[in-house]
């Protein structure tokens, strides 16, 4: 079957949230309203920054708005790759903070059991699974890297466990696997619309008043606190965190920070007994390979497998619009290369197609700071990693309000902030530039080129 044919059926919606538990939307909010903390943003970012608020302190009034339903975009459509890095990655974070990255580590993985017991607290039924992930070399230069990772992971007490060629083709099998390094204990897998309706749940339950299909327009200061435009009314609130990432940040100067890019997947049909022992992949592991224009693929509850990843798009001007959600052509490419991977999968369709868009910073990994003299705090840029770090974004924009210096806001992380993008069209032409380099060096054994290692010496990039 070729690629075409394997796609003829495909729906253009994500597999998540077509889930039949999917709750219905609360009501907007109409007429005007007061409360301690407004949270704007129904995503994990605002969902976790409402329970985290309650849960510190029951008597608060909070209050979260969501212009459409709660995790409809980026939290609802993602891979389900629940990571501890708070860095995007060990190797990023290494050349970032190297200086405290061990204690990066010890609280990613403190925020991820966080997480896992949050949802067990709850009963929040997202899927979960306790997994790890492993990260594939496909090519001798990628297995060379992966080592160099592995090695210098054990400095900092961590263990990754090394798979040669047939250690990993054990665990799942592919003709293209060389080899790869598995974190057994620092990523989880989960249906992520499950938990973002499970987030959901367990505000409202806690007393959280949550107001769905209520946009917010406009933020200005009132008196001693902030005042936010809706679509039919107004908050007043004393505090305000916005949780809102990839869309226009109602702080106006965050704004050339974050550039949304486009990422694409697909969702086979459920695999037969067969299908499932023709590529082994017992452990359930969540996979990705190393290249920079890597593959994410995992297994849903039902085998399934999800396979995304690859392009990544940017438009230029930064828009964000729901026609750039379907890609024809990157769906293409995604599914040839699913069957050249798994070439015994000869004959599985695709049920579901989809995109969305990423928020992404030139560090790769979440920046966090306050607007209006402390009132309001944000955090953005967790670059298609935020399905764990949004919960430690969420502690940290409660940390910040309430003008505590915690073991989080002590980090350099907090503390500083990426370079911001240039205006266009130089933004455009260099995310373009960075993206041939990038591809360039996949093709070429790695090497990178004088514009890739340019933007390393600066600490500015784009990620794939």
């Known amino acids: 079957m070729d690629s075409a044919r394997a796609l003829s059926d495909a729906r253009p919606t994500p597999f998540w949230l077509e889930d039949p538990g999917r709750p219905e939307a609360l009501p907007a909010l109409v007429g005007d309203t007061k409360c301690d903390l407004l949270v704007v943003g129904g995503g994990y970012s605002g969902l976790w920054t409402a329970l985290i608020a309650k849960e510190r302190d029951p008597s608060l009034d909070v209050v979260l708005i969501e212009g459409h339903e709660v995790g409809w975009a980026a939290s609802g459509r993602n891979g389900g790759f629940c990571a501890a890095s708070l860095t995007h990655g060990f190797g990023n974070g290494l050349q970032r903070w190297p200086g405290e990255l061990g204690e990066l580590e010890r609280q990613g993985l403190v925020n991820l059991q966080a997480m896992e017991d949050a949802v067990k607290r709850y009963g929040i039924d997202c899927e979960w699974e306790r997994t790890g992930e492993i990260d594939i070399a496909t090519q001798p230069h990628q297995l060379e890297e992966l080592h160099e990772v592995a090695e210098a992971v054990a400095e900092y007490g961590l263990d990754l466990t090394v798979l040669d060629a047939d250690q990993l083709r054990a665990q799942v099998d592919s003709p293209t696997f060389l080899g790869g ?26 007393g959280v008043r949550v107001f769905e299909r209520t946009q917010a327009t406009d933020l200005a200061e009132y008196g001693s606190g902030m005042a936010v435009r809706t679509s039919y009314g107004r908050v007043y609130a004393r505090r305000v965190a916005l949780g809102t990432n990839v869309f226009p940040s109602l702080v106006k100067r965050v704004r050339p920070y974050i550039v949304p890019v486009y990422d694409y997947a697909l969702m086979t049909e459920p695999l037969t007994d067969e299908q499932m022992a023709a590529i082994g992949w017992g452990g359930r592991q969540g996979l990705s390979d190393s290249a920079n224009k890597f593959h994410y693929f995992r297994l849903s509850a039902d085998n399934r497998i999800l396979w995304g990843g690859y392009d990544t798009i940017y438009h230029f001007g930064s828009h964000v619009r729901a026609e750039y959600d379907q890609r024809p052509e990157t769906f293409q490419t995604l599914a040839r290369q699913f069957f050249q991977t798994f070439p015994q999968l000869e004959g599985v369709r695709f049920t579901n197609a989809w995109g969305g868009a990423i928020d992404t910073c030139s560090r790769f990994s979440a920046f966090f700071d306050t607007a209006y003299r402390g009132r309001v705090a944000y955090a953005a840029g967790f670059t298609g990693l935020g399905v764990g770090a949004t919960r430690f974004g969420a502690e940290v924009m409660l940390d910040l309000l309430a003008g505590e210096t915690t073991e989080r806001t002590a980090l350099e992380m907090v503390r500083s902030k990426p370079y911001p993008f240039p205006p266009e069209p130089v933004r455009w032409a260099g995310i373009e530039m960075t993206k041939w380099s990038l591809d360039r060096s996949d093709r070429n054994g790695g090497h990178r080129n004088l514009w890739l290692r340019t933007l390393d010496k600066m600490g500015l990039g784009f990620d794939s």
């Open 181 to 206: 390094i598995w974190d057994k204990e620092g990523v989880a897998m989960l249906h992520p619309a499950k938990l973002a309706w499970g987030l959901k749940e367990a505000c409202v339950a806690l």
